[in-house]
């Protein structure tokens, strides 16, 4: 699409380098492939060093343009669903949190201790939370600034952590008869 600045090199057509300009860490990334894994018929799926997040996608062009167009539409609905961009404390911010995050639990690095995989994710305009309902662990992602983009996506897998508090059941005092 040349919205990605790509060098492709190779000596003797065993390996193949990749160097791609990141818009976003901005620094360029090396990427090495074999002739298979370069002239798949499957997306490959080009991650920022740094950030985990998709810069590029190789494959067949049509699979590649139905996969960007069925991503960018689905993220797209999400936001005008909550409110439009106006909703979240940072529009871009949150669009990279809920990228990622989904990202994660596609490949199947979205855990909770309890071994069920029932988790789900509540929106808010500074926050995703996300919650187990099977054992009620929880965990919180804050999306307002660039600081906290770049925290989760130093993460490689999310592991809900935190146990929902239950409160203490009152004693009622009994009358005697």
């Known amino acids: 699409c040349g919205a990605v600045a790509l060098v ?4 003797n ?10 818009a976003v860490c901005e620094a360029m990334h090396l990427f090495r ?10 997306i490959t799926h080009i991650l920022c060093h740094e950030s985990e997040l998709e810069l590029a996608h190789l494959g067949p062009r049509e699979k590649v ?3 960007v ?7 797209e609905a999400l936001v005008e669903e909550m409110g439009g961009s106006n909703y979240f404390t940072n529009a871009e911010i949150m669009l990279g ?9 596609e490949e199947g690095n979205l855990v909770c201790p309890c071994g069920k995989s029932r988790i789900e994710l ?8 996300l919650h187990c309902r099977n054992c009620q662990r929880f965990r919180i992602f804050y999306a307002q600034t660039e600081r906290d983009l770049d925290r989760l996506t130093r993460l490689d897998c999310i ?6 508090l239950v409160g203490r059941k009152k004693h009622r005092k009994r009358d005697k008869h």
């Open 33 to 42: 492939f074999s002739p298979h894994e370069l002239f798949t018929p499957d």
């Open 65 to 67: 343009e139905q996969y």
């Open 159 to 164: 592991e809900l952590t935190r146990q929902v």
């Open 97 to 105: 949190t809920l990228t990622h995050v989904h990202f994660l639990a």
């Open 122 to 129: 509540e929106i808010f305009p500074d926050r995703l939370e």
């Open 8 to 11: 492709i090199s190779t000596r």
């Open 13 to 22: 057509h065993k390996a193949y380098w990749l160097e791609i300009g990141c």
């Open 69 to 75: 167009r069925n991503r960018t539409e689905a993220l």
